[in-house]
């Protein structure tokens, strides 16, 4: 059974890279029989848990391919999934800037300038409780400011490349890492507050031994939090202006063209981009608070 | 009244901060204008970049002007009105969504097969920068002729969607077994069941979802503005300040946006504390 399922496996694989790459006519074919033929070898190692998900998703991918197909829909307005595919795979230079672009230098570069920015707030409220009531409301003001409106702000202040959408994740960013590491640091047993006095220990002792480790599960989870709201924002900002590249300006413009099935190309290395750092930060979480159970 | 003097003392040291920072920023770009010769009607360096027509920071003065100049007289080309065009968008389409979302918690909460293919990708789904699908949906409402306000409103509704069914699906379960069993001993009908136990337990959760979901529909309100030919609303004012570059108004309308945004989510908290009116 085994060795079924191996070599089932191995030809849905080949089926798969061999349509995408060489891309014979009706590939479209090809590619679904690949997607099936892998995902049934892949039956048994799959958590049962994931099974509906997955069926729901390949009946609907497959059900729109076939509806789109049978009603003759043009491809240029709805795509039929395949198509988005080949694109994904054509068009992977191009995305692939946009994609250095929007998440490595925008949505990365403004998380760690927002997270960083709101650690050091947040560590200074702590110490400096009425900055807490005093700043906190300015802080949830910013955060809803829509960024279609901040994002122009920026981009006449700092120009229209990377640094202004920047900013503007860091701005997104910043209010719920402030309010989540605020918590954190807040929440200590107050017997080791105790203890640590008793010791003698100075506020930096404190910060470090105390404060810090109880405050590090709230940096995780607001990290959980706003890594998809880095990328929301970017894509977002970029929306407003941008250079000619970025996987926002690539769909705004796409679309303005009625080249659909590049911006579902975009929007699917949007969101490949996106759970990947999601899952990135959940990994790394795992490893730096391996006390934490689970 | 103790807990606004912070507030305000912080709030006052922005404002002294305010034209120390414009200048900072505005006098290189004053400085380097008066040293290509351009034709200036101030002397000073100094004097100029207080006057500048493109601050990259506007002054206080500045700001004020333009927020007049923007905010009066009342037509259909300044501010409010076309705050309030974008402000009904989102409002439209958060009705719209508590619609369509109520029906999809419904059968996610009553289904639990639908529910076992469904919600792993609803939940996935706010993984997804879902906005990025604002441009496609408002693009494709307006092939199929849909015009005027709806196709923002569905724009809003769709990112208000997730998140909100999700809240009603978890808040129509979230109900305590033992009301639940007092409810079977009157020997009320499933309905009555919806109507008088699982309705208000979920009201709590439905309005929290509400609250996490209206900044990001106000957003998509306004890329769906922007994604297509519109002529009302905060989206196409703020493309038609872009291309002039006009610093000012584009601050101007950041802060009308902000003050939409504001007043929805205290909208919201405020339909919370009513909701929150008798109960334990």
Known sequence: ?294 | MGRWIPVVIVGGGLLLVWPAVAMLVNYPVAAARLAQGAQLTCETAWRCAQELNRPIIPFPGQLWSGFLALSWPLTTSTLPYNALYTAAETVAGLLLALGVGSLTGGVLAFSPAFERMVLPWLVASQNVPIIALAPVIAVLLGQFGVQGLLPKAIVSAYIAFFPLSIGIARGLRQVDPLQLDLMRTYSSSPWQVLLWLRIPAALPMIVTSLKVSVTMALVGAMIAEISIVSFAGLGPMILGRLQFSDTTGLWVIMIYAAGIGILMVQGIRLLEQLLRVGRP
């Open chain 1, 1 to 294: 059974m085994k060795v079924v399922q191996g070599l089932g496996l191995l030809l849905g694989l080949v089926v798969l890279v061999l349509t995408v790459v060489v891309m014979p006519a009706g590939w479209g074919w090809g590619l679904w029989g690949g997607w099936i033929l892998t995902v049934l070898s892949l039956w048994r190692w799959l958590r049962p848990l994931w099974l509906p998900p997955l069926a729901a998703l390949l009946a609907t991918l497959l059900l729109i391919e076939g509806l789109l197909r049978g009603y003759e829909v043009p491809a240029g307005l709805i795509p039929p999934p395949t198509r988005v595919l080949q694109a994904c795979w054509t068009l992977r230079e191009l995305l692939w800037r946009d994609v250095i672009q929007t998440f490595f230098l925008e949505a990365l570069l403004g998380l760690a300038l927002g997270a960083g920015l709101g650690l050091g707030l947040a560590i200074l409220m702590t110490y400096v409780p009425w900055l807490q009531r005093g700043l906190l409301p300015y802080l949830a003001a910013l955060a809803s400011v829509p960024i279609p409106a901040f994002a122009p702000v920026m981009i006449t202040a700092l120009g229209i490349d990377w640094p202004s959408k920047a900013a503007v994740v860091a701005v997104v960013v910043l209010f719920p890492f402030v309010i989540s590491v605020v918590k954190g640091l807040n929440e200590i047993p107050p017997e080791l507050v105790d203890l640590l006095h008793s010791y003698h220990a100075t506020p930096w002792q404190r910060l470090r031994w105390v404060r810090w480790p109880h405050a590090l599960p709230y940096v995780f989870n607001a990290l959980k939090i706003t890594v998809t709201l880095a990328a929301i924002a970017a894509i977002a900002a970029e929306f407003m202006g941008s250079p000619s590249y970025g996987l926002g300006f690539r769909i705004r413009s796409e679309a303005g063209r009625f080249q659909f099935d590049r911006v579902w190309a975009a929007i699917v290395y949007a969101t490949a981009g996106s759970t990947i750092l999601f899952n990135l930060v959940v990994s790394l979480e795992k490893r730096l608070l391996f006390w934490q159970r689970r």
